[in-house]
């Protein structure tokens, strides 16, 4: 190495290098030793250690805030020093995905996948950018018809006009030869759902299956995505659905389970879900839209899935007041173009034993733009009338296990929240849209 070379520089440069390039990343003792190697001392090693963790630090305040690019630049300074830091690399990666770099964010989902290869969260970034690209594709196809059909509707009317113009100057009574209908277009065949990409030392694969809801009379699925993914030789299944209440009463409990079956009916593997998480109270009233999903490690075999309903509890409906609109906060700088509707549908409450209150909350979130929402996450905050917080809890909208929140349409969420004191009001603040 020449001598005039700065040994921090040169060492970060070798350690991105390496990073790039090995399937296996370096573990501290021999990054420790290849730097001494290179002419660090402990001191400088100490203190590289140290910078490296302060931008770490100051890249999630940046996240928290909605700034990804101000924590994506932070991640890059720290990424070389902890190459094996998990978290931090499915930071990088939800960073590009903000910032509509989905081919940089699947590289480090990819890469979270090497460190950990049963990473729930590298694969539901996967999913979310499949969903993405999906999304786009359908966009670019629209646009090119939307261009296509502007150029000929152009066209025609030109066609017309010269029609025109060439009826008045030809003497009068001189027939025209009827055009030929356009022929329709042939009905095109489905396309096929499985796909496979391969690269050098790493394949993946996806399926959709079919899924079916078993049980629960006036409940239905709509805009479901069943699907298995296998990235090497490990399978995952994701489902993600959105459960509509068709009926006229109102479910108080929904409880079962996912089953994924091979193509002899042998059940392969079986996971509990219900759409009522402890966090949303149980309540789901008529015409109610709530999101469910479920991610379970599967196996190729998989070619059929049902979502079993052992519990569908309803009772006659209970008449709630007009819908009132929630004064929204924004926790992060507000996204342009996002027009986002909250309102309140009921709220009500108990006094507890030892002094302790709870809140019973039910909110409509409806999107108002056209843009698709892909995650929603806000805080409540319960307050006296002194304005002192009592309680702050955090709620979830869309996750990475259901369906985005498209343009016109309405997710519900039910709360239930249980604090000490006095309650004068709430706020709620947005802390991520995306």
């Known amino acids: 190495m020449p001598a005039d070379k700065d040994p921090l520089d040169s060492y970060i440069r070798f350690l991105v290098e390496q990073r790039d390039k090995r399937s296996e990343q370096l573990n501290d003792e021999e990054m420790r030793r290849i730097a001494l190697e290179m002419g660090l001392s402990e001191a400088d090693l100490q203190q590289a250690s140290q910078t490296a963790r302060e931008h770490r630090e100051r890249a999630t305040t940046f996240r928290v805030h909605g700034r990804h690019q101000d924590a994506l630049d932070e991640l890059k300074r720290a990424a070389p020093f902890l190459p094996n830091d998990l978290a931090l690399h499915l930071d990088m990666a939800r960073c590009y995905l903000a910032l509509g770099d989905t081919k940089k964010a699947e590289h480090w989902a990819r890469y979270c996948l090497q460190l950990d290869h049963r990473c729930d969260e590298a694969i539901q970034l996967l999913n979310r950018i499949d969903t993405l690209e999906q999304q786009n594709d359908t966009w670019d196809k629209h646009s090119r018809r939307s261009a296509v059909s502007a150029f000929f509707g152009a066209m025609g009317a030109v066609v017309i006009l010269v029609a025109i113009i060439l009826l008045v100057v ?24 499985a796909t496979t990409t391969s690269l050098p030392g790493f394949t993946q694969s996806h399926r959709d ?45 929904i409880r079962g389970y996912v089953v994924l079956k091979n193509e ?14 402890k966090s949303r109270g149980k309540h789901m009233i008529p015409d109610e839209k709530i999101g469910a999903g479920t991610t379970i490690i ?7 899935a049902e979502w079993v309903l052992e519990v569908a509890d309803s009772q006659p409906h209970t008449a709630l007041h007009e819908a009132e609109p929630v004064q929204v906060q924004w926790s992060i700088k507000q996204p342009s173009g996002a027009k986002l509707r909250v309102n309140q549908r009921t709220i009500g409450g108990m006094d507890m034993r030892q002094g302790r209150q709870s809140l019973q909350i039910a909110l409509d979130f409806t999107n108002n733009g056209s843009s698709p929402y892909n995650r929603l996450k806000f805080e409540i905050d319960i307050l006296d009338a002194e304005g002192t917080l009592l309680l702050s809890r955090p709620g979830y909208v869309i996750t990475d296990q259901t369906p985005p929140l498209l343009g016109g349409e309405s997710r519900a969420f039910h709360g239930v929240y249980v604090y000490t004191g006095q309650r004068a009001g709430y706020n709620l603040r947005i802390v991520q849209l995306e």
């Open 298 to 304: 599967a196996d190729e075999s998989v070619t059929q």
């Open 209 to 253: 299956i079919p899924i079916k809801l078993v049980g629960g009379q006036n409940l239905v699925l709509e805009r479901t995505r069943s699907r298995l993914t296998t990235f090497n030789d490990q399978s995952f299944y994701k489902m993600a659905t959105i459960l509509r209440n068709t009926g006229t009463e109102d479910f108080v409990d």
């Open 170 to 193: 030809l003497r009068a009574g001189k027939s025209e030869e009827a055009p030929q209908p356009t022929p329709l277009p042939a009905k095109q065949a489905p396309s096929q759902a």
């Open 264 to 277: 002899a009916g042998v059940v392969v593997k079986r996971q509990g879900l219900s759409p009522f998480r």
